[in-house]
């Protein structure tokens, strides 16, 4: 704070003391004044240091603890420079080829952008596009990039007006039409106005295109209509300048879905994205090396985040969620380095979070009978804490009773857990009573059954069950004694 104030006492002492006299007093009063405070302010910071560090100091001395230099480097978002780009010569070059007619005054081809998740597509369209922007500004020409990600949209309707809300930004122009409550006619009308407005030549940039379902799922998919719609608007007059599109995937069936009408005016010129292999990955992230502060890696992290990542499909953005996540983990450890130790506790984190993750996609009643199975591995006050399925049926028939939620019967509860066998959450397997006893299944839990209730309580309606921990504990051990001794 005194640092600015002094700065502009300073600025207007420098454009003012030429020409009053009079004012100079004031301005060398009000100097004085500011100094004053300076000095009285770094006291009271000196005499704060003896009993309790600073704010200022304790963020210095956290920023000195850190393995990192430039965390942004591995966030997955950063746009980063295109020296650090590594092992997409061929598609960029295409990507190039196709765009340079935007430069000549001529309409560049539609894409198709396709490949696995995490393999560049979104880089290379956004590095290529950006420089074709700030070519086009040398010559004053007004090129339009409109990217939008299909993945949060859900219908139609949504995507036309994310175009607009997009472009209005860019161009800083009023949206201009309500998100509801109109015709989606009226957004495409209000998107082509904005356009004609404002660009020469404009690219649609529709990645995670697949996601676009929309809600019939039975009809044309609004990602079809959608690039119908984009990919003749200059055909039409729509848009009077030069238009493509360009549609980003990791759903290699893509096109089989797209109506025949949509395919021939969208015919797009196809770049394929394939995985990364350890090497590439290796490379990629040495180009990020410098997030780290120097000697903050041992040498052996980059090489084993690239050997974890090549394993799970050759995903750039999981290697460097695992790089960051390492050097996270070793921040949070306080220590200084990362080393192996880090990147393998950090993947062991990332595995368990992504089971945890399906459990969230599961329906109410598979939530129950997942909960209702966990909880007697949970509470069991035995030694083994494998459930067998009668007892967890028993304990989910309670829950339902106490919810008021619908009762499914044994067969569909037991066909329910066996199905999350198939996520690699449980493992179950047949067993039987002994002598006329009958059979039944044993589910054991891979990983910890108290965290996986404590996520399936997050986001559904169990937390009534979840606040009578006891009496549930109870619940279950009654239930497993009453089975073991039948
Ligand atoms: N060839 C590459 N060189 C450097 N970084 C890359 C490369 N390919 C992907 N990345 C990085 O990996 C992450 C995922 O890439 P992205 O382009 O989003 O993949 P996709 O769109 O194919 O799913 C991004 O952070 C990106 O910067
Ligand atoms: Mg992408």
Known sequence: ?????????????????????????????????????????????????????????????????????????????????????VGRDDQLKSVVSFLKPTLQGNRPPNMLLYGPAGTGKSLIIGAVTQQIIELCQSKGERFGVININCHPINTLDQAVYELVQTVAKDVNAEIGVPETGVSTKRKYRRLYKLINEHYDSVIFILDEIDLLVGRRANNEPAYSKLLYQLSRASNTNEIEGRVSVAALTNDPKFMEDIDGRAESSFNPRDVYFPDYDATQLREILENRRDAFRQD????????????????????????????????????????????????????????????????????????????????????????????????????????????????????TYVKYVKELATYGLISSSRKSRGRGGGMYMEFTFTGDPEAMMKRIVDDTRLEPIANQEELLQTVVNSQLREFHNQ
Not at 53 to 62: A, E, G, H, K, P
Not at 385 to 402: C, L, M
Request: hydrophobic share 35%; with cysteine.
């Open 1 to 85: 704070m005194p640092n600015s104030d002094q700065n502009e006492i300073n600025q207007s002492t420098l454009s003012e003391d030429t020409h009053s006299e009079a004012n100079a007093d004031q301005i060398e009063a009000a100097r004085k004044n500011t100094v004053a405070d300076t000095v009285q302010d770094q006291n009271e910071v000196s005499s704060e240091d003896s009993s309790q560090q600073s704010i200022r100091d304790m963020l210095d001395d956290d920023e000195e603890a850190s393995v990192f230099v430039n965390r942004d480097l591995v966030e997955p978002d950063t746009i980063i420079d295109e020296e650090r780009i």
């Open 296 to 411: 903050s890696l041992t040498s052996d992290v980059i090489p084993l985040v690239a050997a974890f990542a090549a394993q799970s499909h050759g995903d750039a953005r999981k290697a460097i969620d695992l790089f960051r996540g390492a050097g996270d983990l070793a921040d949070e450890w306080g220590d200084g380095k990362v080393t192996e130790r880090h990147v393998r506790e950090s993947q062991e984190e990332i595995d368990k979070d992504r089971s945890l993750k399906l459990v969230e996609g599961l329906t109410t009643q598979k939530k129950i009978s997942l909960y209702a199975t966990a909880a007697v591995a949970c509470y069991s006050n035995r030694s083994r804490s494998s459930v067998p399925s009668p007892v967890g049926f028993n304990v989910y028939r309670w829950i339902t009773d106490e919810l008021d939620a619908d009762q499914m019967t044994r067969e």
